[in-house]
């Protein structure tokens, strides 16, 4: 489960700059 962690952490980074939290979604 190493990948979500990293998910995790880059949906943290993308939440921390706001209008990015998009991407999040796409990734997801």
Do not use: H, I, P, V
Request: no cysteine; proline share 0%; net charge negative.
């Amino acid at each position: 489960m190493q990948g979500f962690k990293l998910l995790q952490q880059f949906e943290m980074q993308l939440s921390e700059n706001g209008d990015s939290s998009q991407l999040t979604t796409r990734e997801a």
